[in-house]
Structure formats: C-alpha cells, structure tokens
C-alpha cells in the first residue's frame, strides 16, 4: 500500500514569492491534515479536511495561507508572499475518519525563506 | 499552557541499554499516538493507543488516560534507534487532531 506522498521535497525561495505544496493521501483516507514543523520543534497543525469540506482552519495564516482539496483526495497548499518566518518543513497527513483515527505522515516539504 | 509536556529533551544511551520516555497530558486525551522522526525528516508511526499498552518488538508504550500520561520504553538500544521521538495527544474534544509534544533527541552509541 502506497503511504502518503508530496511533492516538492525542497523548496528554497526569497521573500515575497509564492509557493505550493501537493500531498497525495493514502488511497481510502477521507481525512487529510497540513501540519507546520519548525526546526527543533514539534509539528503544529494548520488546517485539516473531511472529504473536500475545511473542518478546521483556525491555525491557518489565512492572509498568506490557503488550502484546498477540491475532489476530497489530493490536496494543495499556498503560500503567497513567503515570509522568513515560514521556513519550516510542511507536513502532510491523512487517517480514515475523524475521531480516534491514527494519522500517517508524508516525507515533508522542506521550505526555506532567505 | 501546553497541552502535552514530553521529557526528557535529549536522551544518550549506550548500545544494550534500555531507558523511557513520557509525556503528560494537561487534558482529557482520547488517544495518543508515538513517532520517530529520522534524519531525513519522515514521521515513523510506532504506537496508537486508546488505552493499556502495546509492545513491537523491542518498544514497549503505555497510556494512562485516568492519570493523563503515556510511556515510551526502549529495550535494548541500537544504533537504528537514534532518532528524534515525538508523542502526539488528540484531546477529547479535539476531533483528531493531534497536539505534539517537543520531543526526545535519542542518540544511541556504541
């Protein structure tokens, strides 16, 4: 069974570019989660899914940050105008239902902002 | 304050040795799940616990839910074993999702 992949690995940008981030759940997985991890620090969510519905985006920088999974399955995650703040690796994770459902994380999208 | 507080920060173990790792949950927690984060950046699932422990090898995890805490322990270290060790809590309210703790620096020497 495939895991949960992303794409890109690395992404190295000066500030005020925009980048996207791609994750691909694993196959079956309604749920799907972006997390943000620093460097030494745990992963912090973002915003997560149901399907294509936003359950929660309260973390979400929403005045740079977007996400969307428009067909319930792959998702896509923005940055407009990156800040050096934001460097950090970009975490992708999905489970099969909400509620007591063990989380599976892609690779990572390492970012960083100069 | 945090939701989840892990300990040690940083562990040193020889080859053989066995040690543990906790984490305290400041609220009611529905399950916790534990990790390994390698060199290279992926998130290994160990453990998902709703209750009592599990064993994989030589890994052994437990979790409290009454006394809000969860354990780690590692038998018999390797060198595979280094690595940084995250535990992850969904709150009872948090409809899955997953708070971490900071993390356990885990270098096993020979």
């Known amino acids: 069974e495939a895991g949960v992949t992303q794409s890109p690995r690395y992404a190295v940008l000066q500030e005020g570019q925009a980048v996207s981030f791609w994750c691909d759940p694993i196959?079956?997985?309604?749920?799907l989660y972006w997390y943000q991890q620093p460097r030494d620090q745990g992963p912090q969510l973002l915003v997560y899914f149901r399907d294509e519905a936003v359950i929660d985006n309260s973390q979400l920088p929403s005045d740079r940050f977007s996400a969307v999974r428009p067909k319930g399955t792959n998702s896509t995650l923005k940055i407009q105008s990156a800040k050096q703040g934001d460097t950090a690796t970009y975490l992708c994770a999905s489970s099969f239902g909400l509620g007591g459902a063990e989380q599976f994380f892609g690779p990572g999208t390492r970012l960083t902002v100069l | 304050g945090d939701q989840v507080e892990q300990s040690p920060s940083a562990l040193s173990l020889h080859e053989g040795t066995s040690s543990a790792l906790r984490c305290n949950f400041t609220?009611?927690?529905?399950?916790v799940q534990w990790f390994r984060q390698n060199s290279r950046g992926s998130l290994i699932n160990l453990f998902y616990?709703?209750?009592g422990t599990k064993e994989n090898g030589r890994l052994k995890s437990a979790f409290d839910s009454k006394e809000l805490y969860s354990t780690l322990h590692i038998r018999d270290a390797q060198l595979e074993d280094s690595g940084t060790y995250f535990c992850?809590?969904?709150?009872?309210?948090?409809?899955?999702?997953?708070?971490f703790g900071i993390g356990t620096r885990v270098l096993v020497r020979p």
């Open positions: 196959s079956g997985h309604d749920t």
């Open positions: 992850a809590a969904e709150a009872d309210s948090a409809g899955n999702k997953l708070t």
């Open positions: 616990l709703a209750s």
């Open positions: 609220t009611t927690t529905r399950s």
